[in-house]
């Protein structure tokens, strides 16, 4: 793995070791997904490298946003007033998609479980993951659950609908609110971020894809997947360039 990094680096650039280091759980981020795309029960359609949003899963025709961040212990734990601005974002992010969108804020960080709710207050993060969690599993809510899940969505709902208008100018109604507040996933604490084993998860996908063939060996996969986080670092790339010069051209045009 250091030999891949060493050549990420060399396209990627001397911008300092945290910077590559984020940038590089991000690319094993997105390798990890599409090595999932070889499990048919995945759904999985596509996977896009800064394809708007950092990784994008097309998934049975939904559009999966994931927004990833990492972040140091010593920050502490993410608070819901921390999280929102970047879930507006996200939120935004839906209009470059045609479809349903889901949203998924990932980050190796944990979510606070301290922040009290109220009036002016966003409340802890850890109770509305939990919370949300528990709807995209399908199980239903116990009545006191409900009811904290009623509490921040009538603290959520007009932050998020104030949010979009003065970032954005996107201008949406309560429904649309709670909507994209349900089709959220918080993914703090991730073991996916930093602790991934992607190589593992390789060789489980192939044994699963050809049950008939003898496994690749420890060094067949290692270049399998050096060559797939290659692939992925180039792609992201090319779509970041290509972004770019899009929006070039239209500022271009409009003057």
């Known amino acids: 793995m250091k030999r891949i990094k060493a050549q990420v680096l060399r396209e990627f650039g001397d ?14 981020y997105t390798a990890f997904w599409c090595i999932r795309m070889l499990r ?18 097309v998934r ?15 920050q502490g734990p993410w608070t819901n007033a921390e999280v929102l601005p970047i879930l507006c974002q996200q939120y935004q992010r839906r209009n470059a998609f045609l479809g349903q969108c889901h949203f998924h804020f990932v980050s190796n ?6 922040t009290s709710l109220g009036p002016r207050s966003l409340g802890p993060l850890y109770p509305l993951k939990h919370l949300l969690e528990i709807k995209h599993d399908g199980q239903a809510y116990k009545v006191e ?34 909507e994209l507040l349900h089709n959220t996933w918080i993914e703090t604490d991730s ?20 049950p008939d063939l003898p496994a690749y060996t420890l060094s067949e996969l290692s ?33």
Do not use: C, W
């Open 109 to 114: 960080q944990m979510a606070d479980a301290k």
């Open 15 to 28: 911008h300092g070791a945290d910077t590559l280091e984020r940038y590089f759980v991000q690319i094993e």
């Open 191 to 210: 073991s996916r971020l930093r602790n991934a084993d992607n190589i593992t998860e390789l060789d489980s996908a192939f044994r699963e894809l050809y």
């Open 145 to 178: 659950e409900q009811q904290e899940l009623q509490r921040f969505e009538g603290i959520f709902v007009p932050r998020i609908r104030d949010g979009l208008v003065k970032d954005y100018h996107d201008n949406i109604d309560d429904a649309t609110a709670l």
């Open 223 to 255: 270049e399998i997947y050096d060559r797939l986080v290659l692939l992925v670092f180039v792609r992201a790339q090319d779509i970041a360039n290509s972004f770019i010069s899009k929006k070039a051209q239209d500022i271009a045009n409009s003057l």
């Open 40 to 57: 048919h029960a995945e759904g999985i359609e596509a996977v896009i490298p800064e394809g708007v949003e950092d990784a994008v899963i």
């Open 60 to 74: 049975l025709g939904i559009n999966e946003l994931h927004q990833i961040k990492t972040r140091d212990e010593s």
